[in-house]
């Protein structure tokens, strides 16, 4: 990955991470700038191939995490997140990306859990959220508490989780080679 984007990856998604611990969400401004500076920098280092590779990776993030939106298990910053990281990486690197920050936040919502003493009834509802989902219900509509839109959820700053999984990512491409 060219210098420019590392550096604009590292940036978002470090200033994401301190707006979402401080404030628990994602400003707009943030993710724009992002998904344009993603769009910008590949189209002017890559040529028509730089835009395709950047819209690709924009629209895999948001046909990904949209329906996590819909599901209300994930906030609408964060999703934009990933499609401004989506811009930048493109397709197959968010794919690396996605990965681990999907075992990023697994982590963070273990050590939240044990630090909040509730392991055990976090285990409990892993296992009902995944009863809902094979039955093919949203499971905020059975349970409050899988809304993150509820204060009774255990929501967790996801845009710490998406910047581990930027960092690792940018930490494990060359080892990909």
């Known amino acids: 990955m060219p ?12 200033t994401a991470a301190i707006y979402d611990f401080c404030c628990r969400r994602i400003p707009n401004w943030l993710n724009l700038a992002g998904i344009l500076l993603g769009v910008a920098l590949n189209t002017i280092l ?60 697994g982590v963070l919502a273990v050590a939240v859990a044990i630090n909040k003493g509730r392991l055990q009834p976090t285990l409990v509802s892993v296992t009902l959220l995944a009863g809902e989902l094979i039955q093919l219900r949203r499971p905020a509509d059975q349970y409050e508490t899988f809304d993150v839109r509820s204060s009774r959820s255990m929501r967790l700053p996801h845009g710490l989780a998406i910047a581990a999984g930027s960092l690792a990512f940018l930490v494990l491409k060359p080892l990909m080679h």
Not at 3 to 14: K, Q
């Open 3 to 14: 210098l420019a984007l590392t550096v604009v990856l590292i940036v978002l998604v470090l």
């Open 46 to 105: 890559f040529a028509l191939h730089g835009f395709m590779l950047a819209t690709l990776g924009l629209l895999l993030a948001l046909a990904l995490y949209i329906p996590l939106y819909l599901l209300r298990a994930m906030g609408a910053g964060d999703v934009k997140l990933m499609a401004a990281i989506g811009s930048l990486v493109g397709p197959q690197n968010w794919i690396v990306v996605f990965l681990c920050s999907a075992l990023a936040g």
